[in-house]
């Protein structure tokens, strides 16, 4: 009976997230509000606060749930083959990365943080963009980091330089695909920016 329990206490908490990115997505999380959410999910606003603490606490589960730290992707590709280059690596970590970007549910949830969530109350979207970022960056560093020791970064290129360049290609590719994710494919044209990048940076 126990378990029975833990298990519709996970599908209400699952139907309560999926509830909230579809509402979000439609109206911004600013102009969404909790009953609307327990509404839409057929359930009550009393189980919203049985899972969730507030608005900004259900807004940070669903956030959990695209993240991608830059590591596990690493780890990802590194289980694969072992032998892997750090620079290539990168490489096959940000493919990884890309692909996920591709499934429809990342895709809402990041585009509801960067385009339909705005300041208010406990949640800060550029606090949250700032701290993602920052992780992304740090753990992508060590890899770079890396490849200089082993000599396979240009001479002229820090891994601090090499970081960032990656970062902010990466961020302007993201960028510009959810604004229109019709408009092309992001594992095409970022492969193909990950692939000239690389190349350019390599000694």
Same mark, same amino acid.
């Given at each position: 009976?126990?378990?029975?329990?833990?298990?519709?206490?996970? $599908?209400?908490?699952? #139907?309560?997230? !999926?509830? #909230?990115?579809?509402?979000?997505?439609?109206?911004?999380?600013?102009?969404?509000?909790?009953?609307? +959410? #327990?509404?839409?999910?057929?359930?009550?606003?009393?189980?919203?606060?049985?899972?969730?603490?507030?608005?900004?606490?259900?807004?940070? $589960?669903?956030?959990?749930?695209?993240? &991608?730290?830059?590591?596990?992707?690493?780890?990802? /590709?590194?289980? $694969?083959?072992? @032998?892997?280059?750090?620079? @290539?690596?990168? =490489?096959?970590?940000?493919?990884?990365?890309?692909?996920?970007?591709? *499934?429809?549910?990342? *895709?809402?949830?990041?585009? +509801?943080?960067?385009?339909?969530? !705005?300041?208010?109350?406990?949640?800060?979207?550029? @606090? &949250? *963009?700032?701290?993602?970022?920052?992780?992304?960056?740090?753990?992508?560093?060590?890899?770079? /980091?890396?490849?200089?020791?082993?000599?396979?970064?240009?001479?002229?290129?820090?891994? @601090?330089?090499?970081?960032?360049? &990656?970062?902010?290609?990466?961020?302007?590719?993201?960028?510009?695909?959810?604004?229109?994710?019709? #408009?092309?494919?992001?594992?095409?044209?970022?492969?193909?920016? +990950?692939?000239? $990048?690389?190349?350019?940076? *390599? =000694?």
């Amino acid at each position: 009976m126990a378990r029975k329990t833990k298990a519709e206490a996970a $599908a209400t908490r699952e #139907a309560l997230l !999926e509830a #909230a990115e579809e509402m979000f997505f439609a109206k911004g999380v600013a102009r969404t509000s909790l009953e609307q +959410i #327990a509404r839409h999910a057929g359930l009550t606003r009393g189980a919203v606060y049985w899972h969730f603490k507030n608005k900004g606490d259900l807004f940070m $589960a669903l956030i959990e749930q695209v993240r &991608m730290p830059f590591q596990s992707l690493m780890d990802e /590709v590194s289980n $694969a083959d072992a @032998e892997l280059s750090p620079l @290539e690596t990168i =490489r096959l970590a940000c493919y990884a990365g890309l692909v996920r970007l591709e *499934q429809p549910s990342y *895709q809402r949830i990041l585009s +509801i943080l960067l385009h339909r969530c !705005e300041f208010f109350s406990d949640i800060n979207p550029l @606090e &949250m *963009q700032e701290e993602i970022g920052n992780e992304c960056f740090e753990e992508m560093l060590d890899v770079f /980091v890396l490849a200089k020791q082993q000599k396979l970064l240009r001479e002229d290129l820090s891994p @601090e330089m090499a970081t960032r360049l &990656m970062q902010a290609m990466l961020g302007g590719l993201f960028h510009d695909w959810l604004r229109n994710p019709e #408009a092309f494919s992001i594992r095409e044209r970022g492969g193909e920016l +990950i692939d000239a $990048a690389i190349l350019m940076m *390599q =000694r």
